[in-house]
């Protein structure tokens, strides 16, 4: 549900009740990545798309449970709806020059990432769709790279990462990752953190207070926290790393984030206050399983 607003399109303001949606995730399985969706921590993995054999992932659950979106290779994005009498997940879409999934929280609206080639090089821009509307609305044109996705629990705002290339004459070419917030209701954009540090994946916290988002800040990838505002920037994670995607806990007092260990994926729950980690395995019975990328609510 868009409006127009901010030279491509807002989102209206809303309210809903959430009903718990579990978590989903992506394991590799003979060579292939393949989303994963849990009830409830611990809970028992269900294979969202028994039928498909390419990898997916990015995988991400909306607001009250009911939809899944995760991204392929061919750079489509696949939306999975939970059916009602048996609860088995059917798939309900799938949108082409697509990917990074992300829901609109209270409708099942979602917005995901557009490449784009051209003569000048590679562009990204952030569109949204809604089940009612058969063509997109773009969200967010900006010069670069616009990448990650994560809106606002309350809808009005969405974070993401803006990649500026830049390319000196005797200098090797840089990358800057930047933190950036659009506030749909007053049609402004704003980046962040004013730095030359990486950001990579930014992602909510269920009170709209903060954003967690993994940054290179300490010389490999560590989760952070800020407020939309710049301010309040704390480190959450101290590594060994690279760990990266956080995902907030229903009630924010936990993460689960993706770990990289001796070049194999996992994931990891983390206290939020204090930074403490232990590791978490949603298949007890099988370790030697890959899992990455978790999206819970």
């Known amino acids: 549900m868009w409006y127009r607003a901010f030279g491509c399109v807002g989102v209206a303001l809303f309210s809903f009740e959430v009903f718990g949606a579990g978590l989903v995730f992506s394991a590799l399985e003979d060579g292939h990545w393949v989303a994963y969706h849990q009830a409830t921590l611990g809970g028992e993995p269900v294979r969202i798309d028994p039928a498909g054999g390419e990898d997916q992932t990015s995988a991400r659950i909306s607001a009250k449970g009911d939809l899944i979106a995760f991204e392929t290779p061919a750079s489509e994005v696949r939306v999975f709806r939970k059916d009602a009498a048996s609860g088995q997940w059917k798939h309900a879409l799938t949108h082409k020059s697509a990917v990074r999934p992300a829901w609109h929280?209270?409708?099942?609206?979602?917005?995901?990432?557009?490449?784009?080639?051209?003569?000048?090089?590679?562009d990204s821009d952030l569109w949204g769709k809604?089940?009612?509307?058969?063509?997109?609305?773009?969200?967010?044109?900006?010069?670069?790279?616009?990448?990650?996705?994560?809106?606002?629990?309350?809808?009005?705002?969405?974070?993401?990462?803006?990649?500026?290339?830049?390319?000196?004459?005797?200098?090797?070419?840089?990358?800057?990752?930047?933190?950036?917030?659009?506030?749909?209701?007053?049609?402004?954009?704003?980046?962040?953190?004013?730095?030359?540090?990486?950001?990579?994946?930014?992602?909510?916290?269920?009170?709209?207070?903060?954003?967690?988002?993994?940054?290179?800040?300490?010389?490999?990838?560590q989760i952070w926290v800020v407020r939309p505002d710049g301010s309040g920037l704390r480190q959450v994670t101290q590594g060994p790393g690279p760990i990266t995607r956080p995902a907030w806990s229903p009630d924010g007092q936990q993460m689960l984030v993706t770990i990289m260990r001796e070049g194999r994926h996992g994931l990891a729950l983390v206290n939020v206050a204090d930074g403490s980690m232990k590791p978490y395995q949603p298949f007890p019975g099988r370790p030697e399983v890959e899992v990455r990328d978790a999206d819970w609510r």
Not at 105 to 122: C, H, I
Not at 130 to 145: E, H, K, Y
Not at 192 to 212: K, N, T
């Open 105 to 122: 929280a209270g409708f099942e609206d979602w917005v995901y990432v557009r490449f784009t080639l051209s003569a000048a090089g590679e």
């Open 130 to 221: 809604g089940p009612d509307r058969p063509s997109a609305d773009c969200l967010v044109r900006q010069t670069g790279n616009q990448d990650y996705p994560s809106v606002s629990p309350d809808g009005q705002r969405m974070a993401y990462i803006s990649a500026q290339v830049v390319s000196l004459r005797l200098g090797a070419v840089q990358v800057f990752q930047q933190l950036w917030v659009v506030d749909f209701t007053r049609a402004e954009a704003r980046q962040v953190l004013l730095e030359g540090r990486a950001y990579i994946e930014p992602a909510w916290s269920p009170d709209g207070e903060q954003i967690a988002v993994a940054a290179d800040r300490s010389g490999e990838f």
